[in-house]
Structures are given as structure tokens and as C-alpha cells.
């Protein structure tokens, strides 16, 4: 079992960054693989992938929409995962939530992912 807690989220300003955290407890958290997912506040939106990390951080993979701003890391001593988003835009404004799977290997489908946290909030002013 793998519990997780996000953090980091708020209001910032175009252009602007954010560090988001997550937490982890469970005794399996360094075998699973993370993933970022946001839900953007548009009706009928669905949850759409972000990026994901390996177990050992050592290969990611990033949503084309991502262009190379944000970076997933992870610190499996630390039992926590970090998304810096750099050149924050209004259509990052989401609901931002982590996730591990009982895997070593990331997947940008959000139903191969068992674990989530509970969400942290990011809104990107224009």
C-alpha cells in the first residue's frame, strides 16, 4: 500500500514557476513508478498525462504539451517526487495529482496507475 500526499500548488502568475511535491509512505515506494496528471477545470475535460518517472529516475517521459517545462524527478531516500514547472501558461491551470503504480515501468494511462493523492491546485493567471 502506497499512500500519497501532494503539495506546492497556488497561484502564480504567467510565465511564473512551481515546485510540486509528493509524498510518499508504503514499504514498496521505491520499486513503483511515478506518474504527474492534471485535470484542467474545463467541462467535460479528462484527466490528461504530464509526465513519469522510472523507479530509479532514471528514464522520464513528458506530454508533447509539456515543450520542455516542466522536470519530473525523485528522491527514493526521501520517499518523495518533485514536478518543477518553469514558463507556467493559463492553460496549466489544472487540479495536479500524483500517482505510483505497482511497477517499475511509467505509463501515460492513467488507469494503469493504483495509487493517487488527493490533488493540488495550480492556477496560472494571464
Known amino acids: 500500500q502506497v499512500q500519497l500526499t501532494e503539495s506546492g500548488g497556488g497561484l502564480v502568475q504567467t510565465g511564473g514557476s512551481l515546485r510540486l511535491s509528493c509524498a510518499a509512505s508504503?514499504?514498496?515506494?521505491?520499486?513503483?513508478?511515478m506518474g504527474w496528471f492534471r485535470q484542467p477545470p474545463s467541462p467535460g475535460k479528462e484527466r490528461e498525462f504530464v509526465?513519469?518517472?522510472?523507479?530509479?529516475?532514471?528514464?522520464?517521459d513528458y506530454a508533447d504539451s509539456i515543450e520542455g517545462r516542466f522536470t519530473i524527478s525523485r528522491d527514493n531516500a526521501k520517499n518523495t517526487a518533485w514536478l518543477q514547472m518553469n514558463s507556467l501558461k493559463p492553460e496549466d491551470t489544472a487540479v495536479y495529482y500524483c500517482?505510483?503504480?505497482?511497477?517499475?515501468?511509467?505509463?501515460?494511462?492513467?488507469?494503469?496507475?493504483?495509487?493517487w493523492g488527493q490533488g493540488t491546485q495550480v492556477t496560472v493567471s494571464s
Open positions: 500517482a505510483a503504480r505497482t511497477s517499475i515501468n511509467w505509463s501515460r494511462s492513467d488507469y494503469a496507475y493504483d495509487y
Open positions: 508504503g514499504r514498496t515506494f521505491p520499486y513503483n513508478a
Open positions: 509526465a513519469a518517472i522510472s523507479w530509479n529516475g532514471r528514464r522520464t
